[in-house]
């Protein structure tokens, strides 16, 4: 077989460091477009083909984003290298699993931290040659990628001649990945069983210009210095999407507020308290009226009609979740907004979803203090809700807030419903052709 890759530089000291007698820990990386993720399938690829019968793992923070983002660029990779399915390799088409005719394998593996995993007990047993992790700086701690860790040198090292390691790409992030790898080079004290190999777009020969003027044109100020010119040196305040002095200033009292009047409401779920906010739109400012945690034994569809009638609100000024019980609202309420987080952004903005987009322009409208409270009530649980909310790394040139499951954890395992009220409001402030959008 007769494979002709042309790694960029950085690839090829990547390849280098991955077949010295050494290294066991490589971290690769530090700005988009760099590279990073082809050069890592890549020499996985490689690795499989000139050792029969490794066994590698393919890791990342969450297993949808590992099939639906990483293994596509390992697909790339397959095709680029002119490989064949079922001749020079097999996948597994449920569990994504990528076995060579020589024997070896690549196994995806999902590294998230989940409350019914605390020590990450799946990866316990695993049998591993070396391991190989996509944007590590997405987990939550560095507990998994140590447990991973134990599990490579595992599997026929000796025999095949392949040192254990973990080699993982990354963007600039404020984890473990910081201490361990990159303030220790820059002081150049790394220990030798470690490398940081810096890759930035401008390492990338193959990079469109196209794509860098659409970073420049699409980030704002902190993701661009992070993630094209690779800064590390940020502090971890800068992921704050809420400031308390911000919050703080949204309470006022004895000011004319005008504008139509609006309900959103995040619906009960299990044992939850479904949740009401009532806000009037006077065009670019949102005036809170009032914050409603609804009795348990009331039903989504029995409180939304009681705030109507209270409130005299028409069903069209109604928004609400659409996600889950929501489905079953539309019957009742055709006239109301439902809100689908994982709708396409209104506009041609990079966010994740439309929930993400709506997460950042509540915090752009509280920032700017176009967000007036005209009430007390739930006060601290909505400060908390609010600074629960943190930017995470960009993945594929998206903006995202973290997880869900995140901010439930820096919340104590409560669900931030109040703050989902005001997230789901921020559909009337978007607009699109000067026309408004809903989700």
């Known amino acids: 077989m007769n494979i002709k890759y042309e790694p960029t530089p950085k690839g090829h000291e990547l390849w280098e460091v991955i077949n010295d007698s050494e290294t066991t820990q490589i971290l690769f990386g530090g700005g988009a477009g760099s590279g990073k993720s082809f050069s890592i399938m890549a020499s996985m690829i490689l690795l499989c083909l000139t050792k029969p019968g490794i066994r590698l793992a393919l890791c990342r923070k969450n297993y949808t984003t590992l099939r639906k983002t990483t293994m596509v660029s390992m697909y790339e990779v397959i095709n680029k290298f002119g490989l064949r399915l079922d001749t020079d390799l097999k996948i597994n088409g449920s569990s994504g699993n990528i076995k060579f005719a020589n024997g070896s394998e690549i196994i995806p593996i999902e590294l998230d931290w989940a409350p019914s995993e605390p020590n990450y007990e799946r990866l316990q047993g695993l049998l591993l040659t070396a391991a190989f992790i996509d944007e590590v700086g997405e987990l939550v701690d560095e507990k998994g990628y140590n447990i991973l860790a134990s599990r490579v040198g595992r599997w026929k090292n000796t025999e095949l001649s392949v040192k254990p390691m973990i080699v993982s790409t990354c963007n600039p992030s404020q984890n473990f990945l910081k201490e361990k790898f990159y303030d220790a080079w820059k002081r150049g004290t790394l220990p030798k069983h470690l490398k940081f190999i810096p890759a930035l777009i401008t390492d990338n020969p193959h990079m469109d210009k196209a794509y860098i003027e659409n970073l420049k044109n699409s980030l704002d100020e902190f993701q661009l210095k992070r993630l094209l010119y690779g800064d590390w040196d940020y502090s971890n305040d800068d992921l704050d999407l809420f400031k308390f002095q911000d919050i703080k200033a949204m309470y006022v009292k004895n ?15 299990s044992r939850d308290n479904t949740v009401g906010l009532l806000f009037r739109k006077d065009n670019d400012y949102m005036h809170v009226e009032d914050i409603i945690v609804a009795n348990r034994d009331i039903s989504n569809d029995q409180f939304i009609k009681d705030m109507m009638n209270e409130y ?109 009220c005001f997230m789901m409001a921020m559909i009337l402030w978007l607009k699109k052709s000067g026309k408004k959008q809903f989700a």
Not at 255 to 269: N, P, Q, R
Not at 373 to 389: N, P, V
């Open 312 to 420: 005299k609100i028409p069903q069209k000024n109604i928004i609400y979740d659409a996600s889950g019980v929501g489905n079953d609202l539309r019957r009742m309420f055709p006239l109301a907004k439902p809100f689908a987080g994982n709708s396409k952004v209104v506009g041609k903005e990079n966010y994740q979803n439309i929930r993400h987009q709506c997460i950042f322009k509540l915090s752009k409208m509280v920032s700017e203090n176009y967000v007036k409270m005209y009430t007390d009530k739930e006060r601290g649980r909505l400060s908390s809700e609010l600074q629960a909310h943190k930017r995470a790394a960009v993945v594929e040139n998206r903006v995202k807030v973290i997880p869900k499951s995140e901010i439930k954890k820096n919340l104590g395992g409560a669900s931030p419903d109040i703050s989902d």
């Open 255 to 269: 000011i004319d507020k005008g504008g139509e009047l609006y309900l959103s409401v995040d619906l009960a779920v």
